[in-house]
């Protein structure tokens, strides 16, 4: 198991990703906070942006619930969009290492 989460992990591309969605999370909360629900409605689009396309399988976020139902639904569902898409990152870099270390010999 700790195998595969740094082979799907281990790289700097997937982490700066995924260090980029967490920064981008904590957006909506800040911006409804201090600048009001079209900030944050705003910055929750960005964060859905960020991790699309398995974030457009989601609903709407017009659509969810509001108060905390609605959040936990729609960060589970971009959390896992985050996570699918870093793995994904991640295993594009290793075949691309692989490529350039079976060319280079």
Same mark, same amino acid.
């Given at each position: 198991? *700790? $195998? ?7 790289? /700097? ?12 999370? =904590?957006?909506?909360?800040? +911006? ?7 900030? #944050? ?10 991790? @699309?396309? /398995? ?7 017009? #659509?969810?619930?509001?108060? /905390?139902?609605? $959040?936990? =639904?729609?960060?589970?569902? @971009?959390?896992?969009? +985050? ?5 994904? =990152?991640?295993?594009? @870099?290793?075949?691309?290492? *692989?490529? =350039?270390?079976? *060319? #280079?010999?």
């Amino acid at each position: 198991m *700790r $195998n595969s989460l740094r082979y799907l992990f281990g790289n /700097w591309f997937a982490v700066a990703y995924l260090l980029l969605v967490a920064v981008l999370a =904590i957006l909506p909360f800040v +911006a409804d906070r201090f600048g009001g629900a079209n900030t #944050s409605l705003g910055a929750t689009f960005l964060l859905i942006l960020v991790t @699309v396309p /398995w974030s457009l399988l989601m609903p709407s976020p017009a #659509s969810l619930p509001s108060g /905390w139902l609605g $959040n936990v =639904i729609l960060f589970g569902a @971009v959390t896992i969009s +985050a996570l699918i898409n870093a793995a994904l =990152i991640s295993l594009v @870099v290793h075949a691309v290492r *692989r490529l =350039i270390r079976s *060319r #280079s010999l």
